[in-house]
């Protein structure tokens, strides 16, 4: 408890960085507009009563289009505020903010290291790329989306210290977050896999056979498993005829592993500002080696963050690219790769600089304990000391 008093100033002076460095250069979109996808949102959302969207985020596997959104953010607003852009850009830059402290939390708790935890967070602060978040009311959702998938990872991560069985209370808490998130978008859907993977690393069976196996999944992937269950009618009920996204072309699957790496390299070119790399292969390359220097440091942490990357770009890896603004949740595990790597490679130098350190001064003369007194050894006759 000393010790979270004393790191309190460290820890309020770098809140305040991080989020006058997200307003700098964030900032100038608190002063936009309407776009048209604002104004068929509004619209949309208008015709639907308030008892309306809170059916259908109940019943979240019906075919509605996003209707968190519509009940937290268009409707109330439009009732409040009209067509007055001010107070849409007010609340979109609130929730953001809020999610650089979620992204914090959820990443303290996972790797319990506030150091990876700051420097995570402000790598994840601010990417130009992701423009349309900090300019567009429209990406309400992928900002909600964010503020609950995260939410209960980190509830989850938290609550997971007591034991790898939560409690109904819990489970009900948790589930009402990934529900949230499941009305928010379609992004949501992996957080199912990523908590068997937090198990995986950070939790795994004693051994790796068969009966272990069964022992580990049943005791530390039944909340997994129960979410799981949850997505698949989700997912189902987003290719009836009924839902919107079954009439798009641009939300038509092709998954194949080629698709994949020529989305994620496309994806890449914008985020690196580099039209020329990562083909196929490089992109293959690269990911390939993110895993193997996880694995050839031991570290858990990047592993975790590397399945991140993997894992949650999977609901954009198989439909027409999108502006980078999707990539808000994969983000985060890339910049959590980003701040282990540098926190190991630090460590690493410090240490090689530490044995360096400690072979010199096993080569050099040998000191008498006595102040002012420096030994250079003589044949067989012991020391002769020069006392200055």
Not at 163 to 191: C, Q
């Amino acid at each position: 408890m000393n010790s979270r008093i004393a790191n309190l100033p460290i820890f309020i002076l770098a809140s305040l960085l991080i989020c006058v460095y997200f307003l700098a250069l964030a900032g100038q979109g608190l002063s936009a507009g309407f776009t048209t996808d604002d104004l068929v949102n509004l619209t949309t959302y208008w015709h639907q009563s308030p008892a309306t969207l809170v059916k259908e985020i109940v019943w979240y596997f019906s075919p509605s289009y996003r209707p968190l959104g519509g009940l937290l953010f268009y409707r109330p607003l439009l009732a409040l505020a009209g067509l007055q852009p001010l107070p849409y850009r007010i609340l979109c830059f609130v929730l953001l903010a809020g999610n650089l402290g979620l992204m914090y939390l959820a990443i303290r708790s996972i790797v319990v290291s506030s150091e990876i935890a700051a420097i995570s967070t402000l790598i994840g602060a601010f990417h130009p790329r992701l423009v349309d978040l900090y300019w567009n009311n429209g990406t309400i959702y992928d900002i909600l989306c964010f503020t609950f998938y995260f939410g209960a990872l980190s509830y989850y991560v938290r609550a997971r210290r007591a034991g790898p069985i939560l409690n109904l209370r819990g489970t009900a808490t948790f589930l009402a977050l990934y529900v949230g998130a499941l009305d928010s978008k379609e992004m949501a859907v992996t957080l199912p896999v990523i908590l068997i993977l937090y198990e995986l690393i950070y939790f795994p069976p004693a051994r790796f056979n068969i009966r272990q196996a069964g022992k580990w999944a049943v005791s530390s992937c039944r909340l997994a498993a129960i979410a799981g269950a949850m997505t698949a009618p989700y997912v189902w009920a987003k290719f009836l005829t009924q839902s919107p996204f079954s009439q798009l072309p641009s939300y038509h699957l092709k998954i194949t592993l080629d698709q994949f790496l020529v989305t994620y390299g496309a994806y890449l070119k914008t985020l690196c500002f580099r039209n020329h790399w990562f083909s196929k292969t490089q992109t293959a390359v690269l990911l390939a080696a993110m895993l193997v220097v996880a694995l050839l440091l031991r570290s858990r942490h990047l592993a975790f963050a590397w399945s991140i990357v993997l894992v949650s770009f999977l609901p954009i890896a198989f439909i027409p690219m999108r502006d980078a603004y999707v990539l808000y949740i994969p983000l985060t595990g890339w910049s959590l790769y980003a701040a282990g790597l540098l926190v190991s490679l630090r460590d690493a130098v410090i240490s090689s600089r530490k044995s360096i350190g400690a072979a010199k001064s096993a080569r050099s003369p040998f000191f008498c304990s006595s102040w002012h007194c420096c030994c250079v050894p003589i044949a067989s006759s012991g020391c002769g000391c020069t006392v200055s």
